[in-house]
């Protein structure tokens, strides 16, 4: 089984920056698409952003153009850089795959933007 660590999450003022790093257990993301999910307090999870086994990129309306999702095949990681953070983009970010796995989530990372 599969199980996949993030990090990289904190408190960021708005119009800042940070890079969220997903790390799988083992070598998956060539074979598998791969998604970014936030969910915050009191709404349901959503996709933020998937990468095709491809390399094929898609994100929600909310975060093009300031999202960037990528991943480094030899790190068995994927990343979620995020620019311009709004205080709406505060929530709890998680990986998986795409379609996601149920037993793939994990803790997640926290992402407070303060205005």
Known sequence: QVQLVESGGGLVQAGGSLRL?????RRV????GMGWYRQA???QREL????????GTNYADSVKGRFTISRDGAK???YLQMYSL???DTAVYYCNTRPPGA?????????TVSS
């Open 103 to 111: 037993a793939l989530w994990g803790q997640g990372t926290q992402v």
């Open 41 to 43: 307090p009191g709404k």
């Open 29 to 32: 993301f060539s074979i598998i």
């Open 21 to 25: 790093s997903c790390t799988a257990s």
């Open 86 to 88: 709004k205080p709406e």
């Open 48 to 55: 933020v952003a998937d990468i095709t086994s491809g390399g």
């Open 76 to 78: 068995n990681t994927v």
